[in-house]
């Protein structure tokens, strides 16, 4: 039976990723762009209450809804993909793990996202979007790398100004960012009326700067930001930091990937 399904939902060259909550399993294309400890530590740091809907804008193979939908008591997640081929994966995957009731994986560009799920509203979105500009070192535009790394399909400001027009007033924005754009985040966040409540800063280690932020922002909120304490991923060199959240134990299953 067990076999029957993964022939029937996992192609030849892709490969099952145990996401190690749940009993949860990813289907990756090793050439193509898989998911790393980024959007792990996003799904550890969004906030979803009983009952809420969630929208992940460039979900890419769907990591971030089949992960929230384990850790939360969220009702529906909705993922937002424009790659049709990656989107089918993430597809493939909410139906491996028996999830078609609670996550909807949609095939849409994120500049038209507020016309696609007219008159919806969604009380959280959440998205790991483009790091880089699309100028910085982009060789292959086409490229799902590329497209993945650099802003290349959607920028900064579209996926701002379609979560201000799909949340719900006092609805919550949840992004991981690299800290060299805070400020024209922080900025560009402002503008669109999404107000910067809580930071997060991740670090290699304790005497290290940080390399990526967690940003949750409020539709209409007042100004008033909290910085969270850090996360230090590593206590040595070669040596992971010891917790209980299960972030720890996956930073070495991502760690093998990449060096496979």
Do not use: W
């Not at 930091?241 to 991502?254: A, L, P, T």
């Amino acid at each position: 039976m067990i076999n029957s399904r993964i022939t029937d939902l996992v192609k030849p060259g892709e490969r099952l990723d145990d996401l190690q909550i749940g009993g949860l399993e990813l289907i990756q294309d090793p050439a193509g762009f898989c998911f790393g400890v980024d959007a792990v530590f996003l799904s550890d740091f969004v906030k979803v209450k009983a009952g809420e809907t969630v929208l992940d804008l460039g979900t890419g193979n769907g990591i971030i809804p089949i992960l929230l939908s384990a850790k939360t008591s969220g009702k529906k997640f909705t993922g937002l993909e424009i790659q049709e081929k990656t989107a089918d994966m993430a597809r493939r995957s909410v139906a491996y793990n028996h999830l078609e009731g609670r996550i909807d994986i949609v095939t849409g560009d994120i500049k038209e996202a507020a016309e696609i799920f007219k008159p919806a509203f969604f009380d959280v979105i959440t998205t790991n979007p483009p790091y880089m500009l699309s100028k910085h070192g982009l060789r292959n535009p086409d490229d799902a790398k590329a497209i993945a790394r650099h802003e290349v399909l959607c920028t900064l400001d579209d996926i701002l100004r379609e979560s201000m027009r799909l949340l719900q007033d006092k609805g919550r924005f949840y992004m991981i960012h690299r800290p060299f754009r805070l400020t024209e985040i922080m900025i560009k966040m402002n503008h669109y009326k999404i107000e910067p409540k809580r930071i997060q800063f991740i670090h290699p280690y304790i005497d290290k700067e940080p390399v990526l932020v967690l940003i949750e922002g409020v539709r209409g909120a007042r100004p008033r930001v909290t910085v969270e304490s850090p996360i230090i991923i590593y206590e040595k060199s070669g040596q992971k930091e010891k917790g209980e959240n299960h972030v720890r134990d996956f930073i070495s299953v991502c760690d093998s990937h990449r060096e496979s």
